[in-house]
């Protein structure tokens, strides 16, 4: 299958590497990652070691059988726009957040999959990345049910040896990977600590409150997820993938603008009932957000 993958940072390109054992892959991102990895390939390195030589480029000059989307949620319109003018049999999002995979179906004229996936990684320097935890893609229709893309995309996946699941509920799936994120990113992003660290008071009682909040706006949504099973997810993620830095603790970390917009600020804006726990923490990264540049 030929895949590009647009938003070759650290999951697009673990991802990617990962897919390009077995099929032609073009990784989309910027320099000098994109250089290193012409030059001399992507390094993989971590639970498992190896190194592959796919395409990398800047920008998306062409259309494939697969968009593998992985760019964060508040560049996901500008992105639609731009694959727009280019031919795919399919996209498939492994983003974080809510409302990805409706932006992407505005403007493309393919099947947009919906998508998760907890393999842990971290860009460790241009033309390296770390795999940090082996994990599972779950892919389906965006809308629930059977979906002969999916199928396809998800045999790609696993010819690849990339665990992969093909699920018929997604919109259940994304509420719950909401839930995760909306636990997990913005408490560990605060407190400067890795995800095992929610598993200590007082920090798995904030995550476990912005889980049930989360599972409380998806059932107005007409989404089943009980408060339980939103915070067991969440105490499970925090216990497997304990040593691992949350993709918004990578960017304050880094200076970088985060998701909190498509995470916990999803919730509090979506909800139609107060929830106080996602509204601080939406409010609290925002602010760092707004002063962190003065």
């Not at 917009?261 to 957000?289: F, H, M, Q, S």
Request: a negative charge.
């Amino acid at each position: 299958m030929d895949i590009v993958v647009v938003g070759a940072g650290s999951l697009g390109s673990l991802v990617g590497g990962l897919l390009a054992r077995e099929h032609d892959v073009t990784l989309v991102g910027r320099e000098p990652h994109v250089g290193t990895v012409t030059e001399s390939g992507l390094s993989v390195v971590g639970t498992e070691e190896f190194r592959v030589y796919p395409n990398a480029q800047t920008t998306v000059s062409q259309g494939a059988d697969l968009a593998l989307v992985t760019v964060k949620a508040y560049d996901t319109a500008a992105l639609a726009a731009d694959l727009a003018d280019c031919t795919f049999d399919a996209c498939l999002s492994l983003q974080n957040g809510m409302g990805n995979e409706s932006q992407l179906a505005a403007e493309l004229d393919c099947p947009v999959l919906a998508g998760t996936c907890s393999y842990g990684a971290r860009l460790r320097e241009p033309g390296t990345v770390a795999f940090t935890g082996r994990g599972e893609v779950v892919l389906g229709d965006r809308d629930g049910g059977r979906s002969t893309v999916a199928d396809e995309v998800g045999a790609a996946f696993r010819a690849a040896g990339i665990e992969t699941t093909v699920a018929t509920d997604m919109p259940t799936r994304l509420w719950e990977k909401l839930a995760v994120n909306a636990g997990i990113n913005a408490v560990t992003a605060l407190a400067r600590v890795e995800n095992g660290a929610l598993a200590d008071s007082p920090a798995d009682a904030i995550a476990a409150d912005a889980a049930r909040e989360t599972a409380a706006v998806a059932r107005e949504q007409d989404v089943n997820l009980s408060d339980e099973r939103a915070v067991s997810l969440v105490e499970r993620v925090v216990d497997d993938t304990a040593a691992n830095h949350s993709s918004m603790l990578q960017d304050v970390s880094a200076g970088r603008r985060t998701e909190i917009d498509a995470i916990n600020g999803y919730v509090a804006d979506t909800a139609t009932k107060p929830v106080p726990v996602n509204e601080t923490l939406a409010a609290l990264v925002r602010t760092w957000e707004r002063h962190r540049e003065q």
